[in-house]
């Protein structure tokens, strides 16, 4: 085990872990502010998928990263948009018409990658990374965190700003009340359909960031079905972590570190069934959160559709 | 007594004869009947590995008997009751479940509607005339392959990336480390599995590739689905411990077409000859009597040649297979996930 320890393969697992762990992050993150504002968005996992597809389109024709993160998030809000006409403004089954949006967004995707790409397969080049000076030098740590494509650092910024968000402004309020007690909201004058929608929309511009990231930087090329769950687990994490956009992070960073751990054990050399291996990484996070977010509440009114005047 | 003797004897021809001929109208229906191949995957038949070659044998046999072809692509890896109750209804003759996460649904399916099926991975699972199955392994090629990637690494160290563990591609990953072994004992093999049936999980093939590379590997023998294209980005896009070239060795398809350089070979699978047999059985009236396998003896497992392997080293593999298909080397047919595990840290070899 110890002659596997070098800088190349430690510094290796630990940047997977950060990769994998960033969509996550953004569609939890995402996920939360819909939460938030009390519609469960269980079309995430389709919100990224398309996201990755989209995203995918613009880095590859346009070759620009940064094109691909904005389609990404583009093809997100489009998927999020249907959902904000069936859910906050016909007033249906959140969960029905997410998991609608999401067998649909699969089935689109790989239609379009069948007639697009299936027999090519495109790949992108890798990425240019922005290098933070001073701290990018730090062993093992510097190139894990701090060579990193910007959207990464903007990733981690959005955390920070959503926990002011959320305690400190107006906006954060009024999605709280959304999310609550929609029909306080609508006494003072807020519209709590237009704030639902808003959030629904920032979920689906999110979560498809998320996915771009996810095919752009961390697969480097699109195929179909290629969201493998990461949507659902965003789902989790924001459930689990009940408002604390932090914990989203902690939840994030927890199951990329646990997916290295993995391929750690494996390529040590552990003779332990993998299943087991591989259980460690949903193991550890909904333990860790369960734990640390007990005292955590979801919002009253989650999943509850609002009609004025109706109790 | 005599009369009820001779009566009783008379009853049992009589009804013998009805039996053979009953059985032999019922062989001639089942060929007169057939019309139509099903064939369901759960990506599309165009990731140039196990769907495509499923599709693309499926099509070849139907027009080879001159049947209707009804391809049910990127069905997912979910509950295929539907699709299968839908191709049912639509007329086909036999289909063919191309997906061991089709396994339950398939023959639930067939004792239903009464239309064969064909699964994977499930020899235990035979129901005559109704259920048969097709667990096919290219170990014999995996093995070739493991010889190859003994020659051609320069870091001494060699890595098997897999998106799951079903017993076919367990089959390929112990023989290749036999392989791998016999050609040099020295040689490292680093074994990792990117997570539970992550066959379409691109981001992480890519992502545990890299990490076995940076342990040290630079030949990459990737068994995947949609998942091999994260591990060929990986190879393309991360330089191996000594900074040259990683190399990638695949399996099933032939990715030649879409390649920039690090394709080092291929265990190529053909399914034509399984598919081709289970038609025939069908018209045979012994459907589901039997399982079906490929192999290097009728070319319908081989190793891919790219510009890449040397002359001698191919004639060397090439020898390696003369020997194998004459039983000279055998090579373990391990499909147990615990076996090949433990097979990464102590390889036997099995030659003579």
Not at chain 1, 12 to 17: H, Q, R, V, Y
Not at chain 1, 64 to 89: D, E, K, Y
Not at chain 1, 173 to 192: I, K
Request: hydrophobic fraction near 50%; glycine fraction near 12%.
């Amino acid at each position: 085990m110890s002659e596997l320890l070098t800088e190349t393969f430690v510094t290796a697992l630990l940047f997977g872990s950060v990769t994998a762990g960033v969509p996550l992050l953004l569609a939890g993150i995402g996920e939360q502010i819909s939460e938030k504002s009390g519609v469960l968005n269980i079309g995430l996992e389709g919100m990224m998928l398309v996201g990755a597809y989209t995203g995918f389109c613009a880095a590859y024709y346009f070759d620009s990263f940064w094109l691909g993160f904005l389609f990404g998030g583009l093809g997100g809000v489009s998927v999020a948009m249907l959902m904000v006409l069936f859910c906050v403004i016909l007033g249906l089954n959140q969960i029905v018409i997410g998991i609608a949006l999401t067998l649909g967004a699969d089935g689109l995707t790989a239609l379009l990658h069948h007639f697009q790409f299936s027999r090519t397969y495109p790949r992108l080049s890798a990425v240019e990374p922005l290098v933070i000076p001073v701290v990018g030098d730090i062993p093992y740590l510097g190139e894990v965190f701090f060579h990193r494509h910007p959207v990464v650092y903007l990733a981690v910024g959005l955390v920070f700003f959503l926990v002011w968000l959320f305690k400190r402004t107006y906006v954060g309020l009024n999605l709280q009340a959304a999310g609550d007690v929609p029909a306080a909201l609508d006494v003072t004058g807020v519209s709590v359909r237009s704030t639902r929608t808003w959030a629904v929309l920032a979920t689906g511009f999110l979560a498809g960031v998320g996915g771009a990231f996810l095919a752009n930087i961390g697969a480097g090329i699109f195929v179909p079905h290629m969201i493998h769950g990461a949507g659902f687990i965003g789902i989790v994490l924001a459930m689990l972590a009940r408002g604390h956009p932090t914990w989203v992070l902690y939840g994030a960073a927890l199951f990329g570190v646990s997916l290295s751990l993995t391929t750690a054990l494996q390529v040590a050399g552990f003779n332990i069934p993998t299943d087991v291996v591989q259980m460690l990484p949903f193991t550890m996070v909904i333990v860790m959160l369960i734990l640390l977010g007990r005292n955590s509440y979801l919002p009253a009114a989650l999943a509850l559709p609002y009609i004025r005047g109706e109790r | 007594m005599r009369q009820t003797l001779v009566a009783q004897i008379s009853k049992m021809l009589i009804s013998a004869a009805l039996i053979v001929f009953g059985l032999g109208f019922s062989a001639l229906s089942s060929a007169a009947d057939l019309k139509a191949i099903a064939v369901l995957v759960p990506e599309q038949g165009t990731d140039y590995g196990w769907n495509q070659q499923g599709v693309d044998a499926a099509r070849a046999v139907a027009e080879k008997y001159g049947l209707e072809f009804m391809p049910a692509e990127g069905l997912g890896y979910g509950d295929v009751r539907p699709t299968l109750r839908e191709l049912a209804e639509e007329g086909a003759s036999l289909m063919i479940c191309h997906a061991s996460g089709y396994n339950t649904a398939g023959p639930e399916i067939a004792q239903e509607t009464g239309v064969p099926v064909a699964i994977v991975d499930t020899p235990q699972g035979l129901v005559e005339g109704l259920v048969t199955d097709y667990t096919l392994s290219g170990h014999d090629g995996a093995y070739l392959a493991g010889v190859l990637a003994a020659h051609t690494t320069r870091t001494g160290s060699v890595g098997i990336v897999v998106s799951g563990e079903p017993p076919s591609w367990n089959s390929q990953s112990a023989a290749f480390a036999m392989g791998v072994k016999a050609a040099s004992d020295s040689t490292k093999i680093i074994y990792a599995v990117i997570g539970p049936a992550a066959y379409g999980d691109a981001a992480g093939g890519r992502r545990v590739t890299e990490s076995v590379i940076s342990a040290g590997a630079d030949v990459i023998f990737g068994q995947g689905n949609g998942s091999s294209f994260g591990m060929i980005q990986a190879v393309e896009t991360t330089k191996a411990v000594d900074g040259g070239k990683v190399w990638f060795i695949d399996v099933i398809g032939d990715k030649t077409e879409i390649d920039k350089g690090h394709l080092l070979s291929s265990v190529l699978w053909d399914m034509v000859p399984v598919y081709d047999a289970m038609v025939s059985d069908l018209m045979d009236g012994t459907f589901g009597t039997r399982g079906y396998q490929i192999g290097l003896e009728n070319d319908s497992v081989r190793l891919l040649k790219s510009p890449h392997i040397p002359a001698n080293i191919w004639n060397e593999l090439m020898d390696l297979r003369d020997k194998i298909i004459s039983g000279s080397v055998s090579v373990d047919n391990i499909s147990d996930a615990q076996a090949v595990r433990a097979l990464m840290t102590s390889v036997d070899i099995n030659e003579g």
